[in-house]
């Protein structure tokens, strides 16, 4: 099955896009976006992949759902559309990097910018139904990209993997922690960020591997 994605995933997922249970997902997907408003748009379905080829991993921060309100989804895990007005839980995250690098929190919560630097931005759940938060969850998208976590996890090294929250670090159970970094912390929504997001200093944490590492660090 031929699925518009970025080169190098294409190679690297092809057997997965071959399976029955993705051509099943599919065809769920495409129905629901011809038949009632969905997000992201359809062409940013994949913009996490599109804007963080396979080879330029180096971080990955797991997410559950795509933002379900009018506009702000953008493809891409805890990020919205460039203009919409930054979300609770992106704002203690930006907040976090405050106390952590001392930078400036950012006008904009879209973060192509931290993308296109080798951070995957994934949510285990790419589509969603507007306003039903939830709505495309096990679907498919749950096994697709529990597939994408293990690429990663088995075919690089030196990966940080930020799972904040029960159900991301349950999701990322399937890491070789051998051989990749993995920080565990509360989810940064307003109900849990005071019960251990806030000085975590992951960002910090994660650069500091990453220079060990002989790899670039991210510009957060």
Same mark, same amino acid.
Request: hydrophobic content about 40%; proline content about 5%.
């Given at each position: !099955?031929?699925?518009?994605?970025?080169?190098?995933?294409?190679?690297?997922?092809?057997?997965e896009?071959?399976?029955?249970?993705?051509?099943?997902?599919?065809?769920?997907?495409?129905?629901?976006?011809?038949?009632?408003?969905?997000?992201?748009?359809?062409?940013?379905?994949?913009?996490?992949?599109?804007?963080?080829?396979?080879?330029?991993?180096?971080?990955?921060?797991?997410?559950?759902?795509?933002?379900?309100?009018?506009?702000?989804?953008?493809?891409?895990?805890?990020?919205?559309?460039?203009? !919409?007005?930054?979300?609770?839980?992106?704002?203690?995250?930006?907040?976090?990097?405050?106390?952590?690098?001392?930078?400036?929190?950012? %006008?904009?919560?879209?973060?192509?910018?931290?993308?296109?630097?080798?951070?995957?931005?994934?949510?285990?759940?790419?589509?969603?139904?507007?306003?039903?938060?939830?709505?495309?969850?096990?679907?498919?998208?749950?096994?697709?990209?529990?597939?994408?976590?293990?690429?990663?996890?088995?075919?690089?090294?030196h990966?940080?993997?930020?799972?904040?929250?029960?159900?991301?670090?349950k999701?990322? !159970?399937?890491?070789?922690? %051998?051989?990749?970094?993995?920080?565990?912390?509360?989810?940064?929504?307003?109900?849990?960020?005071?019960?251990?997001?806030?000085?975590?200093?992951?960002?910090?944490?994660?650069?500091?591997?990453?220079?060990?590492?002989?790899?670039?660090?991210?510009?957060?």
């Amino acid at each position: !099955m031929q699925v518009k994605i970025e080169s190098s995933w294409q190679q690297v997922l092809q057997d997965e896009f071959e399976k029955p249970y993705f051509q099943t997902l599919i065809n769920f997907v495409k129905t629901e976006y011809t038949t009632t408003e969905v997000y992201p748009p359809g062409k940013q379905i994949f913009h996490a992949f599109d804007e963080c080829p396979f080879d330029q991993v180096r971080v990955v921060i797991l997410g559950q759902d795509p933002y379900h309100g009018q506009g702000q989804a953008n493809g891409l895990a805890f990020s919205v559309a460039e203009g !919409m007005r930054t979300p609770p839980s992106l704002l203690n995250i930006f907040k976090e990097i405050e106390a952590d690098l001392g930078k400036p929190i950012p %006008r904009s919560g879209n973060l192509e910018r931290w993308a296109e630097q080798g951070v995957l931005l994934l949510n285990a759940t790419l589509t969603v139904r507007a306003h039903q938060a939830g709505s495309h969850q096990k679907k498919g998208w749950e096994e697709f990209t529990d597939a994408v976590i293990k690429k990663v996890s088995d075919q690089k090294e030196h990966v940080v993997f930020l799972l904040w929250g029960a159900y991301a670090q349950k999701k990322g !159970m399937i890491i070789d922690e %051998r051989k990749h970094l993995v920080l565990k912390a509360a989810h940064p929504s307003p109900f849990a960020a005071d019960k251990g997001f806030f000085g975590t200093r992951h960002f910090s944490k994660t650069n500091a591997y990453l220079r060990e590492h002989g790899l670039p660090e991210i510009e957060w």
